[in-house]
C-alpha cells in the first residue's frame, strides 16, 4: 500500500506559478513510476505528466509541455510539479498517483488538490 497526499494547490492569477507537492509513505517510494492527472469541473480526467522511479524519463501531455515540470526525491519521497505560465484551462483538480513498476494500471491515488487560475 502506498498512501499519497497533495499539497500546494492554490489561486494564482493567468502567468503565474505554483510548485505542487505529493509526499507518499508506505511502500518503497522508488518502485513506483509517479505520475499527475488532473480534473476540471465537467470535465474527464486527465494525465498531465509521469516520472520513471530513478527520475530519468518524464512524459508530458502536450498542453503542459514547456511550462510545467514533474521531478521527484526518492530520499524525500516526495514528487513534484512545477507549474510555469500558468493559463485559465489549467485550473483543474490535480492528482498525483503511483503506478507499481512492471504494471501499466496506477493503482495509488491521493485525494487532490484544488488549481484555481484567474484570468
Known amino acids: 500500500q502506498v498512501q499519497l497526499v497533495e499539497s500546494g494547490g492554490g489561486l494564482v492569477q493567468a502567468g503565474g506559478s505554483l510548485r505542487l507537492s505529493c509526499a507518499a509513505s508506505?511502500?518503497?517510494?522508488?518502485?513506483?513510476?509517479m505520475a499527475w492527472f488532473r480534473q476540471a469541473p465537467g470535465k474527464e480526467r486527465e494525465f498531465v505528466t509521469s516520472i520513471s522511479w530513478s527520475g530519468v524519463s518524464t512524459y508530458y501531455a502536450d498542453s503542459v509541455k514547456g511550462r510545467f515540470t514533474v521531478s521527484r526525491d526518492n530520499a524525500k519521497n516526495t514528487v513534484y510539479l512545477q507549474m510555469n505560465s500558468l493559463k485559465p484551462e489549467d485550473t483543474a483538480v490535480y492528482y498525483c498517483?503511483?503506478?507499481?513498476?512492471?504494471?501499466?494500471?496506477?493503482?495509488?491515488w491521493g485525494q487532490g488538490t484544488q488549481v484555481t487560475v484567474s484570468s
Open positions: 498517483a503511483a503506478r507499481p513498476i512492471g504494471t501499466n494500471k496506477y493503482d495509488y
Open positions: 508506505g511502500r518503497t517510494f522508488s518502485s513506483y513510476t
